[in-house]
């Protein structure tokens, strides 16, 4: 039986009616190909079956075409998502992700692991850029950080996770909210500081004194727990009317506990989450959220390590909110 002959590149440059330069181009990750020309010559990789030979890409450009995901759990909706977009954009630069998860032998451990599999550089997934402000970095790979206060060992790409919470602390106190809670990620995150802040700061600016702080673990569990407690205290003199949540699940988790309690969302209580998770609109009664642009995220990361942007640089991406059915105005009693 004959072999079928292997497409090369004068195959897929046919096919998408280009120069084997542009396919080149494309094949090897370079930015210099605009995205409609690119489509095409992808599609055309698609239908000839031409895959990249990345040992002698390598040797043509110094470059593997692996770049690396150091992270430190994919049990939250936040990491999954953004990590989903790191491989989306890796992928569209033909380039393959090599994920490597921070067990007990710390970051260094999980950067040695990237090394091994020869990656071109490495990108940082939220919580885990925690672990590495006390650690000592690589200087051999270029470096993206998500989510980490400034530093000038590495790029850093972020949310406006402060100006996205004064946003949903701002429209709930124009709804004439007066009371509002807060339920925080983890202290140790960047994100959960920086939401918890812009909270704070919004209701301080109002002359208003914050209401409850409670912490949740990102999950709806910790956010079911964090509800419980919070609403005990509903009937107080001075009660909580409104809260804004860290993110989504646990905000799901409050949903929750106020349909157990008999609170209605949002007559008696409004709520705010953020991330904007595809789930929200179809949440009981569908989430107002602030909206994380996962995508832009997972775009500038790749970006940042595979066109060399300056350690200590910043990316800040715009956090809008979606304003939805569980915030209302609060609930005045008849005289």
Partial sequence: ?????????????????????????????????????????????AQAGYRVHRAARALRTGRTGVVGAVVSTLATVGNSMLLEAVVDEASARGYAVAVARIGEGGPAEAFERLRDQGVDGAIVVNEASALLRQSELPTDLRLAVVDSPPDD??????????????????????????VIAHIG???????????????????????????????????????????????????????????VVANDQMALGVLRAASELGILVPEQLSVVGFDDVADAANFTPALTTVRQRFDLLGQRAVAAVLDGAEAGSRAVIEAPLVVRGSTGAPFVQPA
């Fill in 185 to 243: 990620g983890p202290e140790s995150s960047y994100a959960a500081a920086e939401r918890e802040r812009g909270w704070r700061e919004t209701l301080a600016a109002a002359g208003l004194k914050p209401g409850a702080l409670l912490r949740g673990a990102w999950d709806s569990a910790s956010g079911y727990r964090a509800g419980l407690e919070l609403l005990a205290n509903l009937d107080a003199s001075d009660p909580v009317t409104a809260v």
């Fill in 1 to 45: 039986m004959t072999q079928q002959r292997r497409a090369s590149m004068a195959d897929v440059a046919e096919l998408a009616g280009v120069s084997t330069q542009t396919v080149s181009r494309v094949a090897n990750g370079s930015p210099r190909v605009d995205p409609v020309t690119r489509a095409r010559v992808e599609a055309a990789m």
């Fill in 153 to 178: 060992r590495y790029a850093g790409v972020e949310t406006a996770h402060a100006a996205g919470s004064a946003a949903a602390t701002t429209h709930l106190r124009e709804l004439g909210h007066r």
